[in-house]
């Protein structure tokens, strides 16, 4: 494997997401949620942080204010059955209460937010603040994961850090982007085909244990 194109070349050739019901492959892309779902995730099996995330859904408290008020150990008590929970109640009602200073509602957040707010808000490191300018702000930009870092591993390729991880995804979509148009058959927007790319990564790593 010479570069990231022909990775997503091998997955869409699988099948990868064919079968996924979210045009982003993250459920309920583009909305609040998002944030605190790619917090609850850290360290974290999906399918725990995802019955959390329903738990605040059902108790009408998944929003920006009701998550910037509620008592931390109000919190902490519905999101027990995490790792870390404690630590995790902390930093959403910390993040929230920010979103609301620093930009007032999400719908402005997701227009005006960067990088640098985002990761020096506590507990926000570089996949998290990916995965919420991914799917959460509908930005250009590709989530590199524990996932593909091991998946690329057995291809033989070792990256000294994040950063240079997500280059090599992003450089070979950018130089072969008119070839990954005729492979979707669409000049398909690079915030959808990053969102896509890397849920086909983390789907393939699932069903092969990797």
């Known amino acids: 494997m010479q570069n990231s ?5 091998f997955l869409k050739q699988k099948g990868y997401l ?6 982003l492959w993250w459920q309920n892309a583009g909305n609040f949620e998002i944030i605190i779902g790619a917090i609850l995730v850290q360290n974290t099996q999906w399918k725990q942080a995802f ?51 620093d930009f007032g509602d999400f719908e402005c957040f997701k227009q005006e937010v960067d990088r640098k707010w985002l990761l020096s808000q506590k507990g926000i490191g570089n996949e998290t ?12 930009e590709m989530v590199a994961d ?10 033989g390729y070792e990256f000294e850090d994040y950063t240079m991880l997500k280059e ?9 982007y008119q070839e ?5 058959k669409e000049e398909i927007p690079l915030s959808k085909l990053y969102a896509r790319f890397h849920g086909k990564i983390v789907e393939y790593c699932k069903e092969n244990k990797i």
């Open 129 to 140: 603040c990916d995965s919420i300018l991914c799917y959460g702000a509908l930005r250009e």
């Open 51 to 101: 019955k959390v995330l329903e738990r605040l859904r059902e108790k009408g408290i998944l929003n920006l204010l009701a998550l910037s008020e509620i008592p931390q150990e109000n919190l902490a008590f519905l999101m027990q059955d995490l790792g870390f929970f404690r630590q995790k109640s902390q930093r959403i009602r910390q993040i929230c209460s920010h979103i609301l200073q």
């Open 180 to 184: 990954v148009c005729e492979l979707y």
């Open 5 to 9: 194109f022909e990775l997503l070349c």
């Open 18 to 23: 064919k079968e996924n019901a979210y045009p």
């Open 168 to 176: 090599w995804l992003v450089s070979g979509i950018l130089e072969h």
């Open 146 to 155: 524990k996932y593909t870092a091991k998946l690329l591993r057995i291809y």
